[in-house]
T-cell receptor
Framework: NAGVTQTPKFRVLKTGQSMTLLCAQD?????MYWYRQDPGMGLRLIHY???????AKGEVPDGYNVSRLKKQNFLLGLESAAPSQTSVYFC????????????FGPGTRLTVT | QKEVEQDPGPLSVPEGAIVSLNCTYS??????FMWYRQYSRKGPELLMY????GNKEDGRFTAQVDKSSKYISLFIRDSQPSDSATYLC?????????????FGTGTLLAVQP
């Protein structure tokens, strides 16, 4: 099992460019999450999904969109990147019945210049 | 005021020392208390969890929850250089359909050989 994988690992964007981050999990988890991690701010939830075809906003959703067309994939899109979106992005997944454990991917380091 | 507060450190200790890591919180509805460990440039992984109040021990690690004081702790005995990482506390209330976690900002621990 690969667990949770994220593509790409690193990316540099110019302001105004768009990109999509891909998260894939092979554990048949119902729930998936996108976080950003910034120094001094900890992990902040951007968007999450409780099942295929459903998404919801988290704590810091502005400037991001998501889609979950397949149970195993969760995509995070930046339509017009801004320097404030420079961060490390983590995807996580979890079972619906497990209330405390989330499995994290290795992260994507994004720099917006 | 953040719902979960955690001293960011860094905390530097000699090998073999007892380490105490702490978080305070303000939401009395929190019932699940987790500690995640994050090595440099990796995703967080669950280390321990506790439901409601009390202690839980796993090898060299002990998690304590004091709900009356809204204070949780993680103790590491006989600390090793391999324990050097960022430790994130996380919490969630009972129930809820999304299993969203609230994370602290993390404490960076360095164990010196």
């Amino acid at each position: 099992n690969a667990g949770v994988t994220q593509t790409p690992k690193f990316r540099v964007l110019k302001t105004g460019q768009s990109m999509t981050l891909l998260c894939a999990q092979d554990m048949n988890h119902e729930y998936m999450y996108w976080y950003r991690q910034d120094p001094g701010m900890g992990l902040r939830l951007i968007h999450y999904s409780v099942g295929e075809g459903t998404t919801a906003k988290g704590e810091v959703p502005d400037g991001y969109n998501v889609s979950r067309l397949k149970k195993q994939n969760f995509l995070l899109g930046l339509e017009s990147a801004a320097p404030s979106q420079t961060s490390v992005y983590f995807c996580a997944s979890g079972l619906a019945g497990t209330t405390y454990e989330q499995y994290f991917g290795p992260g994507t380091r994004l720099t917006v210049t | 005021q953040k719902e979960v507060e955690q001293d960011p450190g860094p905390l530097s200790v000699p090998e073999g020392a007892i380490v105490s890591l702490n978080c305070t919180y303000s939401n009395s509805a929190f019932q699940y208390f987790m500690w995640y460990r994050q090595y440099s440039r990796k995703g967080p992984e669950l280390l321990m969890y506790t439901y409601s109040s009390g202690n839980k021990e796993d090898g060299r690690f002990t998690a304590q929850v004091d709900k009356s004081s809204k204070y949780i702790s993680l103790f590491i005995r006989d600390s090793q250089p391999s324990d050097s990482a960022t430790y994130l506390c996380a919490m969630k209330p009972q129930g809820g359909a999304t299993n969203k976690l609230i994370f602290g900002t993390g404490t960076l621990l360095a164990v010196q050989p």
